[in-house]
């Protein structure tokens, strides 16, 4: 039965099995319920698996040693379900110490499976979201990596940060305004755009593109935000008209 197929007191007993039985493994290095829970079909299942591993880690100092083995050890399963929720472990571990599980990214931005990748993605925006400094200057050193997958996905890991605190890797997006591939060229438009219609971002936004060189890539960019005022017009936190107005304003229109 699927975790959403449960009565609430049910999920709330599942997830409190989930979380003592990985305890339980940890504490006598047993990979059965890790492998077991990491490789669930329901994806559910798994977040709660990585969420319950990440809050052992935090409360059990003792552990912290055996979590990290653990881990480290399944992502070298042949499973891209255990090696994805191991990456997402390693992602609620990095909001409070991303040091200790770099690596964890250094591999996984390099594995076969899109999904395990696409973990790396998603725990960057978390990590970048509440532990910025570090995950920031890690994300720094891959946005010249001679694979423009792991450009194009460092671009996308990034955003999180930027819709709060777009200063942050207004930056950082810059060094890619000359990037010659379609795929990571199209998602710094489309990050910028997401960037952009967040609260107090916009201005941020537009002031930074003044100084930006590729004015071809300034206009898609712009474009992109007003489209992105009119998609999202029910979160948007200015509307479509103002974003014309002001962009043309500042004479970039």
């Given at each position: 039965?699927?975790?959403?197929?449960?009565?609430?007191?049910?999920?709330?007993?599942?997830?409190?099995?989930?979380?003592a039985?990985?305890?339980?493994?940890?504490?006598?290095?047993?990979?059965?319920?890790?492998?077991?829970?990491?490789?669930?079909?329901?994806?559910y299942?798994?977040?709660?698996?990585?969420?319950?591993?990440?809050r052992?880690?935090?409360?059990?100092?003792?552990?912290?040693?055996?979590?990290?083995?653990?881990?480290?050890?399944?992502?070298?399963n042949?499973?891209?379900?255990?090696?994805?929720?191991?990456?997402?472990a390693?992602?609620?571990?990095?909001?409070?110490?991303?040091?200790?599980?770099?690596?964890?990214?250094?591999?996984?931005?390099?594995?076969?499976?899109?999904?395990v990748?696409?973990?790396?993605?998603?725990?960057?925006?978390?990590?970048?979201?509440?532990?910025?400094?570090?995950?920031?200057?890690?994300?720094?050193?891959?946005?010249?990596?001679?694979?423009?997958?792991?450009?194009?996905?460092?671009c996308?890991?990034?955003?999180?940060?930027?819709?709060?605190?777009?200063?942050?890797?207004?930056p950082?997006?810059?060094?890619?305004?000359?990037?010659?591939?379609?795929?990571?060229?199209?998602?710094?438009?489309?990050?910028?755009?997401?960037?952009?219609?967040?609260k107090?971002?916009?201005?941020?936004?537009?002031?930074?593109?003044?100084a930006?060189?590729?004015?071809?890539?300034?206009?898609?960019a712009?474009?992109?935000?007003?489209?992105?005022?009119?998609?999202?017009r029910?979160?948007?936190?200015?509307?479509?008209?103002?974003?014309?107005?002001?962009?043309?304003?500042?004479?970039?229109?």
């Amino acid at each position: 039965m699927a975790f959403y197929d449960l009565g609430k007191k049910e999920r709330a007993a599942l997830v409190a099995n989930i979380q003592a039985h990985l305890e339980a493994a940890f504490r006598s290095n047993d990979k059965l319920y890790p492998i077991l829970y990491f490789s669930d079909q329901d994806t559910y299942i798994r977040k709660w698996a990585y969420i319950a591993t990440g809050r052992i880690y935090l409360a059990v100092q003792q552990l912290r040693g055996s979590i990290r083995e653990q881990l480290w050890q399944l992502l070298d399963n042949p499973g891209e379900k255990v090696r994805q929720t191991a990456v997402n472990a390693a992602g609620e571990i990095g909001k409070e110490d991303f040091a200790i599980v770099q690596p964890f990214f250094d591999k996984g931005l390099f594995d076969d499976h899109h999904m395990v990748r696409n973990a790396v993605i998603g725990s960057v925006k978390k990590m970048g979201e509440v532990n910025p400094e570090p995950v920031l200057l890690w994300a720094t050193t891959y946005l010249h990596h001679p694979d423009k997958e792991i450009r194009r996905e460092i671009c996308h890991g990034i955003e999180l940060r930027g819709r709060v605190y777009p200063e942050d890797i207004l930056p950082l997006l810059r060094v890619l305004e000359w990037d010659q591939t379609a795929r990571v060229r199209n998602t710094l438009v489309h990050v910028l755009g997401q960037i952009a219609y967040k609260k107090g971002c916009l201005e941020k936004v537009v002031e930074d593109l003044k100084a930006w060189e590729n004015k071809t890539l300034v206009q898609d960019a712009l474009a992109e935000i007003v489209s992105v005022h009119h998609r999202y017009r029910n979160f948007a936190a200015r509307t479509q008209a103002y974003a014309k107005q002001y962009i043309a304003g500042q004479a970039m229109l």
